[in-house]
């Protein structure tokens, strides 16, 4: 049996999680929060939609250990379809379009558009209003451009795993201590 997932309203402010989701029980969802289909939330990632924003996780979309996923007031953070967010990213008041991979470590700030099938490369800063075409690479501080340089077949793999393993830990996982 699964242990409780640190689920939380907020006033009139409920996640709401898929129930084909897997969220690990060390992860913290708070308010208004949407978790789509075949996602996945790891241990330690915390995604808090408060302060009159809101924050969507698509379908097949895995938020990776440790990773934080704030709102604004003013900005939602939208995460899209089949999308990998590595460990320990930091996702505020951004887009992330459909078939993206963002890299362990990766910050991507206020009104930045990562558009599909763009990867953004481990400890990249992502600044605010920045655009990543589709298809891109982004890489370093801050980020900068490589047009048509992603490798979809390496984002595709990403999906598949962490499809695969929440899955996996949805049946099995259990607490034994």
């Not at 708070?30 to 379908?59: C, K, M, N, Q, Y």
């Not at 598949?160 to 099995?172: A, L, M, P």
């Amino acid at each position: 049996m699964q242990s409780p997932m640190a689920i939380y309203a907020l006033g009139v402010l409920i996640p709401r999680i898929d129930p084909d989701a897997y969220v690990h029980p060390d992860a913290v969802i708070i308010g208004d929060v949407t978790v789509g289909p075949e996602s996945s939330i790891w241990p330690g990632a915390v995604l808090r939609g408060d302060g009159g924003g809101h924050i969507v996780i698509g379908a097949r979309t895995s938020i990776q250990d440790n990773t934080v996923v704030h709102c604004t007031a003013e900005l939602p953070t939208i995460v899209g379809d089949e999308c990998v967010i590595g460990h320990i990213a930091h996702l505020e008041g951004c887009t992330i379009e459909s078939f993206c991979l963002v890299g362990s470590g990766a910050v991507i700030l206020h009104e930045a558009i990562v558009r599909s099938g763009s990867v953004v490369g481990a400890n990249a800063v992502v600044r605010n209003r920045l655009e990543v075409p589709a298809g891109s690479l982004a890489l370093g501080i801050p980020a900068t451009v490589r047009p048509d340089a992603a490798d979809p077949a390496s984002i595709r793999h990403g999906v598949e795993i962490y499809v695969t393993k929440g899955r996996e830990y949805r049946e099995q996982l259990r607490r034994v201590s």
